[in-house]
């Protein structure tokens, strides 16, 4: 039908319906993506790529993954499957920011994932395993529906954010964002500001922050 949208990934058959008998997963696909991508950047994952670290040709791994934006899908859902996801303890608020500590070191393992799960967010099997255990970690909280997904959705991009935060603070240009600040701040001529430093230099030693505003942001969107 004309305008009709090809279904996702996982909706598809593992492999194109003729040619060769398969020679390779889509699991094996992906995990080559995601180890270039954690050593090369995402910019230089691409079939061609992919497939000479395969040993094959870039044609044959059109008959698994149709194009690189499902490369990405995979690759994304994929690092979905690293969590451990323990039974629900009762405490929603320790639940989901057991969750959250979890998400925060997968992004840094795959630097190239906080920007995907902000531009791109992927829902596949192993999402969906994710959200099944948040619901099941609030499925006692008085929030309706919209606000529990409300709350998946802010879980894995207030993190992302935050990975995305420490990767620039880590970079030699946030050393003169810093020095610049320090030098507003002294100058005297923006008081609050001034004050915001006082409290909390810009060095990179102030406490970090990941849980408290990690709760308080997931308390305010579940009411």
Known sequence: MAGQQEPVIWM????????RRAERSRAEITAAAVELADREGLDVVSMR??????????????????????????????TAGEYDLAAP???WQADLLAIA?????????????PAMVMSRPTLGPHGIDLLEHVLDVLADHPA???RKLEAFALLGGLTALFVQNETAAADPSATRQSAYLRHVAAAGS??????????????GHSRDRFDAVLI???TGVLG
């Open 101 to 113: 500590r979890q998400a925060r070191q997968i992004m840094r393992r795959h630097p190239w994932l």
């Open 190 to 203: 923006h008081p609050r500001i001034t004050a915001l430093l006082a409290a909390s230099p810009p060095d």
């Open 144 to 146: 309706d529906h919209a």
């Open 216 to 218: 308080r942001a997931l």
């Open 12 to 19: 598809r058959p593992e492999q194109a319906p003729v040619g």
């Open 49 to 78: 790529r992919v497939a000479s670290i395969l040993g094959t040709g870039a044609a044959s791994l059109y008959r698994y993954v149709a194009t690189r934006d499902d490369l990405l899908d995979l690759m994304t859902d994929s």
């Open 89 to 91: 303890s009762g405490d």
